[in-house]
């Protein structure tokens, strides 16, 4: 029979529309030679994802698992490809294999495809290696036509469920495989419930749902323009193309897209037996998670309907039972079930996500795949099936994505309050995620309100278009930080990060008016003081207030055990036999700058600090004075200190050689005048001064930081932007000073009084010729770093004897101290050389001063490509390298993260110009070329090379992965991202790490 | 008698301050196992220069070439620094093998050291490798003391010669053996010529000489605090002792670090058989050079003075005759000279700087070295001596340092008119010497005037604080331009030497006031129109005119043929077996932006365009408005663009999907709807209308290029700076709308009627949110180069289309054009797809409609770090690579060609942070890497990639040299170094290249 509907196919295609016509009529003889396109349920097995997709490798485990599962087969992934490289038509052998196999299911099943007494009824069902929306489900009960309806209807002694099957059928093949509109289809329906006066479908009788069923024919007559096909394989064949088909669908490509699922994986076809759930109410279908999913407690969850097919439950026509309430409705399923449920979850050792039928009192699955769950229940599953046996440490470690754990570390909103907040139109904007967490509080548009509200105690939420490191203060007062302006590497991001402060940016749906204290969006304006909510997590903005949740990690037991697991698997010998690479993988150490930054990321877990920024202490409200003092008198004064110096050698030099002796007088009258302009200057007095009251400061600020990571090493670098970051706005000075020029003009004319404006004037032009002197076109690329340290050396001398005269303090103490000084932004040897020098004079003359010895580590940022392109000649003088891989992404690209950002990486994220923001995930090919050169190169010339990662990527997991695979001993990260390191350094020691580039 | 005065030196040292004690005292057991230090002159030759220093290198080579030398040795380099290094203390062995050497000279002369009745004087002279100012010279009649002057009264029988000679010695023993201050001993002498009533020095009679000689060494005794030294060893001890000691002087030092000379070669010390010229009128001295230095003819130049010592020369106490005039007064010593002269330049075939003496009629040749010469001379003489058969083609090209030749070009100042300027106090200022050449005209402060009295045929000189792109047509409109800030790769120094024009930049000696339109410097102002001179070969800016001089290359025929020379070479198979690299050595292409710059480019040589600036066109004065309008509408307008497409896209889609059908109608609508928006967008109409305007006059510019460039291949670059650089300043623009705010304000309390200062203000706020959208951070990390192209894809089409219409234009008329189109800023390859096919897809467009083929390339600039790090990726879309090297070293050190001089670049060099300015030298180590990296792997995916430099280094002749090694094809130099890049390439293929880095 098989050949004689080969040829009906065969002819009835020549009418169709030229799809799918692939092997069908290839010649026999040639059969032996065709791939296997078709597997046997009973033929696979669950490692067989790339070839049957996720759900025909369900099926097929469950099969070989003696589950009940009804009969039937998979066309593989291949044959979708290749099919869709066809341009549409099966390919060879394809077909007869499909033919072959519904042979044996006929067997297995004793029904017959087509036979009118004992017909066979199949689904058709798509399944890629990865679930995914908008490709084409499922259709039920294919095969049905006429004259098998009459078979149905013998077979069941239920002529209305054979006429609703019917029904099903026609609308489900009409609208999924020929894209007949639904609606029209429900336009009958709808139509014949008000003739009959049904509230629900299954009010209507069996002559209602023949007169149904006569309709959805005429309609798909109408629509498709020809009669709804008759013949069970032409049905099937159709289906298959219509799978096939959905594939490179608009919405399934768009879907892959964003979730960077390759197009070249195709989708599996499974064509299995039906079973129906709707043979009334001995019967039932239902879906299950064998724990629960939000949660991770260990007891089924999920859902039932009586008498219905799998399409009820999705559709919510009716309220379906909690699975958990089968147990007293139908005690002898449930159990059955939950055996088979504990069965899979035991084979697969992972939680399963199941969906089953029950027809007429007898259990079939249907599906058995992983189950998706919330960070909470991922880690309490995982934890739980260790203490269970089912799954060892190394298993567990594995099964929580690293990302998700910050979710368990901050603010949440409660999942109501949100809710109702959506419902009553208080949504706003939509931002850039930029620091996770939720935030509620009052809109404050300065820093120094945010400070002084913070201070009060209130909740208080700082807006700005963007911030500045002057901002710093009312950040750390603030709850979160809203900015309309910057990418997700923007300084609020990354100040907020390093907080552990939410923070949504590039908000560009709002207007903020900073002056006018206010902004609007959405056609609303929120005013200084009114309430905010935000959630750093999603990007989102609400107006008013959202209730939030705080979880307390200390409680997080099972999170907490999780974590221990990952440090002794992450500090396991997993890279033994890496050459000139530490045996053990990465360290997670914390960016932290202040002691309460510390004290917490020694909370999660941190093994060290890799990056104390010593300026950010200076932005500090009482600070920020005495910096600048510094900063403008540092040009004159360092001027003058080097002519003295200058002059002093010469002195020195002429009074050790006989020759120049006659020159020593002179020489001696040069200094002395030297000396007198360089004791007379003001500019000296100031500078010299602020350095003096800043080095108690910064003392102070060491003092802490060593007390909290006692034992721990601790990295300290020296100033590193550009000066004029600690200077007031050139724009906003150029406004002051225009604005009260053309006022003192017009009081002038007036006659008024202007000796105050002009004095203010006065100051004002000062200042802004001072700050304009010192503006650069790319500060990025200008005076900042290690350049500030060579051309100011007293700056360096200052924090070395900050840093020194506080480990010496805690040493005193009894403290353990480890610090390590780090030199920013160096490009070329001799800049380190330079600063090393400097740094051991100052550090040696403390030391003697103080009668203490304290051991340090000198080394240097790699940042920029000159200093990974030299690391052989940069190590012979580091004893430590630390990846600034922020700037060194910036210089590698050539892209700011200032403008970056805005400017086009998004636009290139989304048009796939770039597969990620390098800003976020390590570029691997360019920036990671260079971290390895530096590494490698580096462990040449010094192979007791400490190497680490500071920049944000030390927090992001696939960056963590190569970090690894590099050989770098730790990776540094903001506090709240620690534990995400811990658990991604973890997920990669337990990755094999092959010679690959 | 050698150990009886080496005992008695013992002695006296045991007594001194013990310096140079050396291993004179070692045992004479362990003599032969001391190393070789003292070579007699004939036993050295030309070739041991490192070993001997110059003057003994030549001393030697004289003496074998049997010239008439007087006896003498050489203690070696080598020599000095062992002594050096042990503090001052001779070597061990070198003191014996001194005075071995002094046994031989007293056997070859007759005389005996120290002897009273036959006694040998001899001069000590120091000698390194490279002449060098600042250490000591020479010490004339050492040997000389109260016995041995009688028996040099004896011999000479002239008293008179015998005490001036003694009185000559001490002085110079004692000013520059021993530090007495030379003036102290012109004091007693100008006594006894007072008291003597004596004009001259050879005014002053024997007794005259003898109470001065009393009266030195009374000086001496109290300066020195010990007698004169009467042992003639113990003289020759502390002489060498102290030409050893001047090497570490001050003086020296600094010489070296400015002349970048290494400190550890040391100096060589000669010790010759005194010969006087001060033996009476058949006595003389004379320097030499063997053609004229200053124009190269060939003919002896130089001077000689009857009766005097080598000194006496330099001191200038009598005028000297011309060597020429030697030939009537002298015509016997002048006819012996000249022959040994010729015999001098034949042997080094080179032309020779001589120094001689005549004692009594007799001879002697006291010093060979290598001439110095001007650029003009230099290039003279290597022709010339080529023509005489003297040196082979090769070896002309190598004489003739490529930097000198731009002085050949450009116009030069008067050297009376400029010395006059001098003396005359108008000397005002020196910066850096940023372009070649001299420029005299009126001092003008904005670029509208300078284009305007330029097109007057006025000579303008354009002063700046600093110039921007805005500036162009006024720079273009000048004779020279002079800034106060930047560096030497600066807006106004790269523009300046990309048109030929003289430019003093960063001369922060001048304070310009813009808005004044003046500057003072020096205590001087400068007003607008006044005249001023600057000299951009040297950096120095003159009040007043200087006449100038402007050469014709046409008429420089040696040039020319040398230049022709060096073709030859450069394009030999230089670089046979290099992997993958052209067999040949590099060829010089031009960077050029107009068909001006093109043609002069080809005058001076090049083979083609490398580097066609299309922006720099965007930037004339008509065009520029066209050009702000299309960036202020580009945003908008792309915006609208890009949902059509979508659009268009998902409704072609749809119409192609059946089961998509159905939401074709709505897509049709919203498409219809998204169309109208756009048709009736005010700024799609600016944007395409600009677009539209700037065709043809792109068109017209590439018309031009291709015009001048026939045959030879022309790269043209699509749009690369950011848009904000066409746009007005964001500062000025503050500045006049605060400005205009206020005024306002009071005009308004003032009754007056504002309307058309608030139309002022609402179009100055306009603009100044559009360029505050547009303002970034970091301009040269943000939205340019290929960026523009990507999410500005319009740009890039209208260029194509520009290019391609213009070649078809010329294929028309018969020329033959070989366009290729560079994607500036790429760092990804995809970056590199997108615009390929963009402008793949319309150049097809236009050759369709044209009906013409054009071939062209299609390639990128290798200017991010990471396009070099994964070059071997972005090769594959590309047929060329460009280094620029400007934006490559800009990235790969993270400084900013902007501010980085200013900041700390020059002040590093200056430290010896950095060996050079990388920005005008390649760094090798770092960006060279880089380079070296993009060549290989670019080539290993695409064999017959074409590679070549088109940034500042691309003229300059180590980066050049550098270029040659790693392969490239060709150097891009601005057109005034065309020149120097073709000796600078051949001067690199003759260097053989060994298996470096």
Known sequence: MAKQVAAKAKKSVANDRGRHLGGKAAPAAKKSAAK????????????????????????????????????????????????????GKFPKGMWEQTLAAMKKVEKESGKKFGDPTNPLLVSVRSGAKFSMPGMMDTVLNLGLNSETLQGIEALTKNPRFAQDAYRRFIQMFGRIVMGVEGKKFDAILDGAKEKYHAKQDTDLDTNALKEVVAKYKELYQNEIGEEFP????????????????????????????????????????????MVFGNMGDDSGTGVAFTRDPGTGENELFGEYLTNAQGEDVVAGIRTPLKIADLKDKNPQVYEEFRGLAQQMEEHYREMQDLEFTVERGKLYMLQTRTGKRTARAAVKIATDMVAEGLISKAEAVQRVEPNQVVQLLMPQFDDNSKTQAKTTGNFLAQGLNASPGAATGLAIFDPDTAEQLGREGKSVILVRYETSPEDVHGMYASKGILTQHGGATSHAAVVARGAGLPCVAGCEGIRVDEGGKCFSADGRQINQGDYISIDGGTGEVFAGEIQTILPD?????????????????????????????????????????????ARMARKFGAQGIGLCRTEHMFFETERLPIVQKMILAAGQATALDTAVMRLKDAVAKARADEKAKKDLPDLEEKLAAAEKQRRESPDVATYYGALEQLLPIQRGDFVGIFEAMEELPTVIRLIDPPLHEFLPSHEELLVQTTELRVRIEYMKKEGANTSSEETQLKEKEEMLRAVAGMKEANPMLGLRGCRLGITMPQITIMQTRAIIEAACELKNRGVDVHPEIMIPLVGHVNELKNQRDLLEAEAKKVMAEQGIEVEYKFGTMIETPRAALTAGQVAQYADFFSTGSNDLTQCTFAASRDDAEKGFLLKYVEDKVLPDNPFQVLDREGVGRLMRMAVEEGRKTNPTLECGICGEHGGEPSSIEFCHRIGLNYVSCSPFRVPVARLAGAQAALTPIAKDK
Chains 1, 2 share one sequence.
């Open 36 to 87: 296997k396109w078709v597997y046997q349920f009973k033929e696979g097995n669950k490692d067989m994802r790339d070839l049957l997709g996720g759900k025909g490798a369900g099926l097929a485990e469950m099969t070989r698992a003696k589950l009940p599962v009804p009969a039937g087969f998979t066309i593989t992934t291949e044959a979708c490809n290749a099919s869709t490289a066809a341009g």
């Open 553 to 597: 990690y200390d409680k997080a037991t099972d999170l907490k055990l999780l974590l221990g697991w990952a440090d002794d698997i992450r500090l396991q010998k997993s890279r033994k036999g890496m050459k000139n690479a530490p045996e053990v993988g990465v360290q997670v150490w914390a960016n932290a700058d202040y002691p309460r930054d």
């Open 230 to 273: 008759q013949d069970p394989y032409k049905q099937l064949e159709l289906a298959i193309g219509a799978v096939f088909g959905s594939w490179m669908g608009k919405r399934a490509v768009d879907y892959r897209r964003i979730n960077k699922i390759p197009d070249n994986l195709g989708t599996a076809v499974n064509v299995v037996t």
